[in-house]
């Protein structure tokens, strides 16, 4: 049997694929990023996307960065579990195997994706009993204000800010559909919160 890097005893609880949403700035990459450093069991899921990779990003390692062409042809071969247009201008999207095998095998996963995704998650848990078994979904809310604030720190031109806060407006009114939302406060408080609502879906193993 191949080396996984994970095994049962490493884990210890049930395995569990937990769907981070929030608007751009709300951090959920840093939370994805401490979630695996910090949490024994844990793997990041990696995307895909079709947008252009900024400095320091690294193919296979930050997203799959696949060309348009590559990316029609994955979604010809039914390879994704779910994608989407984001800011109208880019496609971001969540290969199956990359998933679906690693629940199967007993390793927690974490994953962040827009809205939207987290939609298309939903309907495909609803046909696949494996990732229904294991997928919980959950909302990084930040005020506009500081949303604006974090944006602007990031060194956003004034149209990607202007198009990224009128997408996040739209993100902001789905939250209600999420089981569960971590009001932003700062990188400690978000990632306390995090763990939290991880460590209510664990229970303690049966006793024989």
């Known amino acids: 049997m191949p080396d996984t890097g994970h095994s049962s005893s490493d884990i210890g609880h049930s395995p569990v694929l937990l769907v981070l ?10 939370l994805c990023e401490r979630m695996v450093a910090e949490v024994p069991g844990f793997s990041r899921v990696i ?5 252009d990779p900024r400095p320091g990003e690294v193919n296979g390692v930050h997203y799959h960065f696949f060309t348009p062409a590559e990316f029609d042809a994955q979604i010809a071969a ?3 579990l779910e994608w989407a247009w984001v800011h109208r201008k880019n496609r971001y999207g969540t ?3 990359s998933v679906l095998e690693p629940l199967a095998s007993g390793r927690s996963l974490i994953m962040n994706v ?9 309907r ?12 919980l979904d959950i909302f990084i809310d930040v005020p506009i204000p500081e ?15 202007a198009r990224r806060m009128q997408t996040a407006e739209l993100e902001l009114c789905a939250r209600d559909q999420f089981r569960h939302i971590i009001v932003s406060r700062d990188r400690d408080h978000d990632f306390a919160a995090l763990r ?4 209510k879906t664990q229970t303690p193993p049966l006793t024989h």
């Open 21 to 30: 949403a929030g608007p751009a700035g709300s951090g959920k990459t840093t």
């Open 47 to 51: 995307t895909t996307t079709t947008r």
């Open 78 to 80: 039914g390879a994704f």
């Open 95 to 97: 290969l199956a195997s």
């Open 114 to 122: 827009d809205v939207q995704g987290v939609d298309n998650f939903r």
């Open 124 to 135: 495909a848990a609803a046909a696949n009993p494996v990732l229904a078994r294991h997928f």
């Open 147 to 161: 949303l604006q604030a974090r944006l602007g720190g990031r060194g956003e031109s004034a149209d990607e800010i």
């Open 196 to 199: 939290k609502i991880y460590e």
